[in-house]
């Protein structure tokens, strides 16, 4: 069948999105690819499609269990022969939805890469391999999705993405797609490497925002700051202020109360009830200047944010990059300034030193768990943050030992369910997560002082071919004046 017939046949849908017919035609034709492609833009089509064109079994890994399940009930409910297979099931099921993979009898299973680690697991597959001289094809495909969790240096790092390269050894070695959506060349080059893919193409979008028009002003302290985040207000549509941290963005708050220009407040510490309201205050435009750490924006799609403003740097280019791409969604020119203080710098590196607790440290909040289940899950972090003597603000090694956990998949529903393991987390990790946190910092340092093209040089971090520059940042106009 043709994929367009499948489009329309099986998804019921009439038209594919931008890149979508690319990867599925070369996933099709039996080569690997990386696709790297926005949330949102439809990454499941682009391997569920070609899964039920094929003969034989498309295997998905995914670390999102909670998907897991809405995904194959979608497939299900368009006549697709999906199961998923994860933690979450019986026993008894789990063995009778591997026998049905073990026998061909599935188009599309997902599973969690902890299954890897299961004997019963690696023993279906390998049976669905051997039951290919009879009967059905196998096992033909593999995907991995959030592919990102396979880099050791991405935030969201999974161990047992790490042997994922085995598994496909196992499946004799079958054209595989990894999924993302954002990945920077390092990032990129570790997951075709964990793969043990020699070479495949990256399939993804471009990534440039024309209108963007990006600057770095030298400032010192901060009534230079203030004053420059209201020259640089817009009069129309609305902008965000980005802070480190929530001291300073009281402080700017205030002033800016002072001279009269509203806006509203958006943090961690502020409760939910009021984060809300600034949320949708803003998005609706009621409240156009909004004050902000980065806990703000993840799935904000406003059109009209017509600048960024940074009032402190961010921690890396990526941050950076991911934040300002909250400006000119429709087209229309926006600003994005960077407003840098060479001592904020110290702020990113005190961060990183709290994002890395050792392992001491680590293993005291999982016996505080254990010992205190129902409290743990009454007060969660305020909790711990009680009982571990909580004295710096800025000390969240709390919450990101709290997200280490559950990544590791040992804190599952407010419950220790594994040890801290060697293998996890030891001295040498730590230490080799601290001075790769510490080198992106200084990535974005000397692309802060740097005098080419701020865009172009963003995409090039970001592994993008060379482009023309843009015309509009302040190195390039600085250049033109020349
Ligand atoms: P991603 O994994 O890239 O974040 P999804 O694959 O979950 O995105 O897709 C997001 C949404 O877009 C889903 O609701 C999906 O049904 C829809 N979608 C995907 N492709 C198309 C298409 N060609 N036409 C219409 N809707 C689509
Ligand atoms: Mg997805």
């Not at 730590?430 to 040089?457: D, F, I, M, T, Y």
Request: proline share 5%; glycine share 6%; with cysteine.
């Amino acid at each position: 069948m043709q994929i367009d017939e499948i489009l329309r046949r099986t998804f019921h849908l009439d038209e594919f999105r931008p890149l979508q017919r690319e990867v599925i035609e070369h996933f099709m034709a039996g080569q690997s690819a990386l696709v790297i492609m926005p949330t949102g833009s439809g990454k499941s089509l682009t391997y569920q499609l070609p899964a039920v064109g094929l003969d034989g079994t498309t295997l998905v890994m995914s670390p999102l269990k909670a998907l897991m399940k809405d995904q194959v009930d979608k497939l299900r409910a368009l006549g697709v022969k999906a199961t998923f297979i994860n933690s979450d099931l019986s026993r008894v099921e789990r063995e009778k939805r591997q026998e049905k993979m073990a026998r061909g009898e599935l188009k599309i299973v997902y599973v969690t890469p902890e299954r890897f680690q299961k004997p019963e697991f690696l023993a279906a597959i390998d049976r669905a391999m051997k039951a290919v001289k009879n009967h059905g094809a196998g096992i033909v495909r593999l995907v991995v999705d959030e592919a990102h969790c396979i880099s050791q240096w991405g935030q969201d790092f999974r161990p047992e993405y790490a042997k994922v390269g085995l598994l496909r050894e196992r499946l004799q070695n079958p054209p595989t797609l990894a999924l993302t959506a954002t990945a920077t060349a390092e990032v990129r080059a570790d997951i075709l490497r964990t793969l043990h893919i020699e070479t495949a193409p990256t399939l993804s979008l471009p990534i440039a925002r024309p209108n963007l028009a990006i600057s770095v002003d030298d400032v010192s302290g901060l009534d230079q700051k203030v004053e420059k985040i209201i020259e640089i207000l817009p009069n129309a549509g609305s902008a965000i202020v980005y802070f480190s941290l929530i001291t300073t963005l009281h402080k700017i708050s205030e002033t800016l109360r002072r001279r009269k220009i509203v806006h509203v407040l958006y943090h961690g510490d502020l409760p939910e009830k009021i984060k809300r309201k600034s949320q949708e205050d803003f998005l609706n435009g009621r409240e156009p200047v909004i004050l902000a750490t980065p806990a703000f924006g993840l799935g904000v799609d406003k059109p009209d944010v017509r600048a960024v403003i940074h009032a402190e740097v961010p921690g890396s280019i990526e941050a950076y990059f991911q934040e300002i791409g909250r400006a000119g969604r429709d087209g229309k020119p926006a600003q994005c300034v960077l407003l840098y203080d060479q001592d904020d710098v110290t702020i990113q590196m005190e961060f990183i030193e709290w994002a890395n607790p050792d392992g001491e440290y680590i293993r005291k909040i999982m016996s505080l768990i254990a010992g205190n289940e129902a409290r743990f899950r009454q007060e969660g972090a305020d909790f711990l943050r009680e009982q571990m003597s909580y004295f710096n603000k800025r000390d969240y090694r709390v919450e990101t030992t709290l997200n280490l956990l559950q990544s590791w998949g040992i804190l599952e529903a407010a419950k220790i369910t594994g040890e801290l393991t060697d293998e996890l987390w030891n001295e040498d990790l730590r230490a080799a997560r601290k001075r790769h946190q510490q080198e992106k910092l200084l990535k974005l340092v000397r692309w802060v002082n740097g005098r080419s093209c701020r865009p172009q040089s963003i995409y090039k971090y970001f592994g993008e071919p060379d482009g023309e520059r843009c015309g509009i940042c302040d190195n390039c106009r600085a250049r033109d004046r020349l």
